[in-house]
């Protein structure tokens, strides 16, 4: 039989209340009991019943991560984000994909699991403003990603043009003068997409660079496969630029690898930058030059914004996060040191 309250409370002379103010971190605790109730736990390794807790609370203790695909990377380290933080805050993630599909983002969006979640992280590709303007759950909802809405959830998402201008400055800064752009995509859903293109096109316009559209390979999805073959496709066109920023990491390795097959060696021949900076840029035999999202700092603050609405504690107005990155600088754009 596990050990309870009243085993603490009895063990360190004081009452159950006092115990359970001591467990839920109340104030008007004087330090010295709170020190004395919290050896008794230690001693005993009493365990709180999260599951109780939340439940006179009226709630679940769980909410859920939807993300488009967790084979990418990207999204799996964010998950990991997401749920080291919550356990923190006595939370539980329930982790779901949508496959970045319409009508699999609405029915996340519309309650999907409502009955044993308390909240919803969405990252949605294809979802449209009409779609959460008629949300009919009132389950706590919190956006992540670059698509705008103008809908009254709070919404964390990094600066994707001035993060696309960084890496591209980078290119022209190391004297790269044909700097093609791999990831654009066609369609209005593909905002990420779309702001990252913006970024490098203004940089190159302002360093007199050429950005005409043979520069810019389209790719059907944004996997290592997409990447090679628009590395391919350019080659090919006659276009041999001295430097691509590619849309992720994973079409920038799928690049490196096409590059590798037609004899050309980064970045001698072609600097590369990547974006996400996922661990397999890391480790790569050339190591990736990426823009790193502060994903920890993502999963905080929609973590965070989520559980505030669950609080309930006043009127919070929508809010529009936005969390840094950086440029980590390696081989792929500046060599072996």
């Given at each position: ?300 603050a929609a973590t965070d914004a989520l559980l505030e609405r669950l609080a309930g ?25």
């Amino acid at each position: 039989m596990g050990i309870s309250l009243k085993d603490v409370a009895q063990r360190a002379g004081v009452s159950i209340k006092t115990v359970s103010n001591v467990v839920n971190g109340y104030r008007h605790v004087t330090p010295e009991t709170r020190q004395r109730v919290q050896r008794v736990i230690d001693e005993l390794g009493y365990r709180p019943n999260l599951t109780a807790r939340h439940l006179r609370k009226g709630r679940t203790g769980m909410i859920a991560l939807a993300v488009p695909e967790l084979g990418n990377p990207y999204f799996a380290e964010l998950a990991d984000a997401v749920i080291e933080h919550a356990a923190g805050l006595d939370y539980i993630v329930l982790l779901d994909h949508t496959g970045g599909r319409r009508d699999q983002e609405v029915l996340f969006a519309q309650g999907f699991r409502a009955r044993v979640i308390d909240g919803l992280i969405l990252s949605p590709i294809e979802l449209e403003n009409e779609d959460l303007l008629a949300r009919g759950s009132d389950a706590p909802l919190v956006l992540l990603g670059e698509r705008q809405y103008d809908a009254p959830y709070d919404h964390i998402a990094i600066d994707n043009v001035a993060a696309a201008r960084t890496a591209a400055a980078h290119l022209v800064e190391i004297g790269r003068r044909r700097i093609a752009f791999i990831g654009a995509r066609h369609g209005r859903a593909r905002a990420t997409a779309h702001q990252r293109l913006r970024g490098w096109r203004e940089v190159m316009s302002e360093t007199g660079r050429p950005a005409g559209e043979d520069l810019v390979a389209a790719t059907d999805g944004y996997t290592r496969e997409d990447g090679a073959q628009a590395m391919a496709r350019l080659l090919d066109s006659g276009i041999r630029p001295d430097a691509v920023f590619c849309y992720n990491d994973l079409i920038a390795v799928g690049a490196m690898r096409t590059l590798a097959e037609r004899g050309l060696r980064v970045p001698d021949d072609v600097a590369l930058v990547g974006f996400d900076d996922i661990e397999e840029g890391r480790y790569a035999a050339t190591t990736l030059t990426t823009v790193a999202p502060h994903k920890r700092a993502i999963a905080r603050a929609a973590t965070d914004a989520l559980l505030e609405r669950l609080a309930g504690e006043g009127e919070i107005a929508p809010r529009r996060i936005q969390p840094g990155f950086a440029l980590v600088t390696r081989e792929s754009t500046v060599g072996r040191p």
